[in-house]
């Protein structure tokens, strides 16, 4: 009898074990308990930096560099060091001060672009700002500078930082010269001037036919396989060792391109597979990033240039970051290393118009929140309606193992201008939502479909524009709101519900 029982007591704790929710890189802490009745995760899952990262949503791109000096958008690697001569001390606090007005959680500074100018004093090159053409660019060093603004401005912040390097002479040549006397040791610098770095951005553009100056070479080269030539696994552990919270972006393999550079995912996105939809099917949790210009000319700064309207960008935001991506808005910095003053005004009306349309959630004035499948209660957790609005991401709503289908219903004393519902699932425990529907009502027995007659996935945040266009903003008048899960891979888990 001892014996069954110390055989069931080790038989549970391995099935405890096996049952932890995993992902791709490394085991995660969190864990389930079925103490607390607990869903079991529909895998893959996304890893702990994987979860904070799709947390900071909304962050700017800064394109600055060489190409800022030249009106160039690639250079060649021959650029003398002399022609980076900014007119200021370049001013990264005032870049990333300038974004956090629209709301954005954090940015990401181009440290090394193709032509392989860097940013800050390497030991790996004279090819830097060691060489610039002025004291201003004597003084800069942008990694150092941006990861303090950051930190002081309670933000995150990552580094660009160009695999290719058409200033090495090694780059391409055939040897892992490039990898291990380059590309590594800069990696390395870079994430000891930033171990609390949220993402490594590394552009997937190589060689072809773009003629580098290669240390003198001045040819065109080629790699076969850039995951091979760069080392990536050996890269990844190297950086996560200093820096553990960061996500490597693109050959990395942790977040994904969302597949063009328009500032728009797909209605259906799931954060698996490739591209602006996703792959329900796809096996490792990779969830999608826009890259997205706010100016009218390249990534780099161009004389006469000017931003898109703030109207434009909040229907980019719509599309982006309310369609389970995140989105990395590109604001250039100027000859004078700082943001100019048409950007810093657009970023206001951003911000403003973002906190007008998505600020005040109706929701949470509802009289009456009622669902029709709600999960049994644990022993330390439940998963009524009221996990959707009490602004918790680690309570929600959920419906037994078996019930895939459900309905939300929202009531309010008072008939209310609608536009926008927000979703967001739970997805420590997996991307689920394959279809839902939002209808409302005037009387509570006439229903009308608003958005698509049914809608597709939710994921890390999913916002509905009730006019059923992302550039149309009209209210919908309505007493309650219905949203129907019509079907999902495991049993729906949101944690938040907002109704603007
Ligand atoms: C591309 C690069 O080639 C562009 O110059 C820019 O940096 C963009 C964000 O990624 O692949």
Redesign the pocket.
């Known amino acids: 009898m001892k014996h069954l029982q110390t055989y069931l007591l080790v038989a549970c704790l391995a099935c405890a074990t096996s049952l932890k929710a995993q992902s791709q890189f490394e085991p995660v802490t969190e864990t389930y308990s079925y103490a607390d009745n607990e869903p079991a995760p529909v895998h893959p899952v996304p890893s702990h930096r994987q979860l904070l990262w799709q947390e900071t949503e909304f962050y700017a791109?800064f394109?600055f560099g060489m190409?800022t000096f030249t009106n160039s958008?690639?250079g060649n690697g021959g650029e003398a060091e002399s022609k980076f001569a900014p007119t200021k001390v370049p001013n990264p606090r005032q870049w990333l001060e300038t974004v956090k007005a629209a709301g954005m959680k954090g940015g990401i500074a181009?440290v090394k672009?193709?032509d392989g100018f860097c940013l800050w004093p390497t030991a790996t090159t004279t090819h830097s700002v060691v060489n610039a053409g002025n004291d201003n660019g004597r003084n800069t060093n942008i990694p150092e500078a941006f990861a303090a603004a950051a930190r002081e401005l309670d933000m995150k912040y990552g580094f660009?930082v160009?695999p290719?390097d058409l200033n090495s002479q090694y780059w391409g040549d055939g040897t892992s010269n490039y990898v291990n006397k380059v590309f590594l040791p800069q990696c390395i610098e870079l994430a000891k001037y930033g171990s609390d770095q949220f993402e490594m951005?590394f552009?997937?553009?190589t060689g072809g036919d773009h003629a580098g100056y290669y240390g003198g070479a001045n040819t065109t080269r080629t790699i076969a396989n850039a995951a091979t030539y760069y080392d990536i696994p050996n890269l990844r552990q190297k950086v996560h060792e200093i820096a553990p919270n960061c996500v490597i972006w693109g050959v990395g393999d942790e977040a994904r391109w969302i597949g063009n550079?328009a500032g728009w995912a797909g209605e259906t996105n799931w954060a698996m597979g490739s591209g602006e939809s996703g792959n329900i099917n796809g096996w490792k949790w990779k969830a999608g990033e826009s890259?997205a210009k706010a100016t009218n000319m390249?990534?780099?700064w161009h004389s006469g240039e000017s931003p898109k309207s703030a109207n434009e960008l909040f229907k980019i935001y719509l599309e982006t970051v309310g369609r389970n991506a995140t989105l990395?808005l590109?604001f250039p910095p100027d000859k004078s290393g700082e943001l100019p003053a048409a950007d810093v005004t657009v970023l206001k009306q951003l911000g403003k118009l973002i906190n007008d349309r998505l600020g005040t959630d109706k929701a949470k004035t509802a009289t009456h929140v009622e669902a029709s499948a709600t999960r049994s209660a644990g022993s330390t957790r439940n998963y009524e309606v009221a996990n959707l609005t009490d602004d918790e991401k680690d309570t929600y709503w959920a419906t037994d193992d078996n019930t895939l289908s459900a309905t939300i219903t929202l009531e309010w004393e008072e008939q209310q201008s609608l536009y926008y519902v927000m979703l967001m699932e739970y997805i420590k425990l997996g991307q689920r939502v394959k279809n839902f529907t939002i209808e409302t009502s005037i009387d509570g027995s006439t229903w009308t479909k608003r958005a698509a007659s049914s809608t597709t996935t939710i994921g890390y945040k999913r916002i509905v524009p009730l006019s059923g266009s992302t550039s149309n903003y009209s209210a919908v008048k309505a007493k309650y709101l219905r949203i129907t899960v019509n079907d999902a891979k495991g049993c729906p888990t949101l944690h938040t519900l907002s109704v603007f």
Request: aromatic share 32%.
């Open positions: 791109f394109h190409n958008e690639w181009v672009h193709h660009y160009s290719w951005w552009d997937g553009a550079e890259d390249g990534w780099f990395i590109n």
